[in-house]
């Protein structure tokens, strides 16, 4: 993509969507966070996916914004710098360890997408194969919070064939 934007600019909107991994896309707050203009975010969002940097990941559910992915999450790391969460840190590691199992078994014939409802419910991961859906719901605690539970209860009521794991 041609564009006279700085490389500055351009890292800081990678930067953007490294910290913002797998949350909706909210292009009104990438534009003013990064300073680029929601047009040129389109077209840059489109470039970086082009060049395998970034992968969107689609939504289901009642909230349909779907949410992106760096692809090299040692790079996301790097671009994060000092931020720790350790449920954002470990939902990148399934994200980045599960996908692949997918994506790269095409006898599987598996799509990948994220489970969200305006009410909160959400199920970050969640594999579509031949046999049903696998939700997968990371979790820091021991035991799931009844936030978590909540997800994994919505999330089978709309796929029967579904499963939940807690991980």
Do not use: W
């Not at 006279?4 to 913002?20: D, G, I, V």
């Not at 996916?49 to 009642?62: C, D, K, N, V, Y």
């Not at 994220?114 to 009410?119: E, I, L, Q």
């Amino acid at each position: 993509l041609n564009t006279p934007l700085s490389f500055q600019t351009l890292r800081s909107l990678y930067t953007y969507l490294a910290m913002h991994q797998g949350e909706p896309i909210e292009l009104v707050a990438m534009a003013r966070a990064t300073r680029v203009a929601r047009p040129t975010l389109t077209k840059l969002l489109g470039a970086f996916s082009a060049l395998f940097l970034i992968r969107f990941i689609p939504s289901e559910g009642t909230a349909r914004k779907g949410c992106y992915y760096l692809e090299d999450q040692g790079e996301a790391t790097h671009l994060m710098g000092n931020r720790t969460d350790q449920l954002f840190d470990l939902t990148r590691f399934l994200y980045a360890n599960l996908r692949c199992q997918i994506h790269y078994r095409p006898e599987l014939n598996g799509e990948l997408f994220h489970y969200r409802t305006r009410s909160g419910v959400h199920v970050p991961l969640v594999f579509r194969l031949e046999h049903g859906e696998l939700g997968i719901i990371p979790i820091v605690e021991d035991y799931p919070s009844p936030a978590a539970l909540g997800s994994a209860h919505s999330f089978l009521k709309n796929y029967p064939k579904g499963k939940v794991v807690f991980a």
